[in-house]
């Protein structure tokens, strides 16, 4: 059975640019979670999707956006690209809303110069 | 948001147990506790869960105390490939997670 597969694995972007991260998960998942790890603020949740409605979002600005298609695949996108958004960018997906176990791709490197 | 409390490291021994322990101040009644491990280079890996009872899979064993406060993660014989960060979440309906800081398990061999 194929895991959460993200891709890119890996990105370069210069500041103001904007990018889109996507995210394929397990067959038969329908939730999708969005999380941002960097070593001083661990991870942390960015949003969750299910049956292509945003369900739960964290505490990032309007720039962070994402949505979720009809086979539940998810793309995340950031605009106007900051420095500070550099991170490890890693995408969750599980079998129901709820308090299911999720299941981890191992995430998009995103560097912004 | 639910915050969980661990170590910020441990250490062991190889083929030794590891109770890898966690505090869950503002757990409620229907949240579940999940653990969650990640290795280096790679997005982190479910490892068990559970409610009230103590917990056992092929990876590892939950414990879960009484009021559900804290809980323990035991590694029954740590071995060289369980080194990593180890997270403790309490997992709620809406799914709003919060991973902490974790506990960064070394492995002596």
């Known amino acids: 059975k194929a895991g959460v597969t993200q891709t890119p694995r890996y990105l370069i972007k210069t500041r103001g640019q904007q990018v889109t991260l996507s995210c394929s998960p397990i067959?038969?998942?329908?939730?999708v979670s969005w999380y941002q790890q960097t070593p001083g603020q661990g991870l942390q949740f960015l949003f969750e999707?299910?049956?292509?409605?945003?369900?739960n979002k964290g505490n990032f600005p309007g720039r962070f956006s994402g949505r979720q298609f009809s086979n539940s695949r998810s793309e995340m996108n950031v605009s106007t690209l900051e420095l500070g958004d550099s991170a490890l960018y890693l995408c969750a997906s599980s079998l129901e809303q709820g308090r299911q176990p999720q299941h981890f791709g191992d995430g998009t490197r995103l560097s912004i110069l | 948001d639910a915050k969980t409390t661990q170590p910020n490291s441990m250490e062991s021994n190889e083929e030794e147990p590891v109770h890898l322990p966690c505090n869950h101040s503002?757990?409620?009644?229907?949240?579940?506790i999940h653990w969650y491990r990640q290795l280096p280079s790679q997005g982190p890996e479910y490892v068990i869960h559970g409610l009230t009872s103590n917990v056992n899979n092929r990876m590892a064993s939950l414990a879960i105390a009484e009021d559900r406060k804290s809980s323990t993660l035991i590694l029954h014989r740590a071995t060289l490939r369980d080194a990593a960060v180890y997270y403790c979440?309490?997992?709620?309906?809406?799914?709003?997670?919060?991973f902490g800081t974790g506990t960064k398990l070394q492995v002596i061999p």
């Open positions: 999707y299910f049956s292509e409605t945003q369900r």
């Open positions: 979440i309490e997992a709620r309906g809406y799914q709003k997670v919060t």
């Open positions: 503002t757990i409620s009644g229907t949240d579940y």
């Open positions: 067959s038969g998942h329908r939730s």
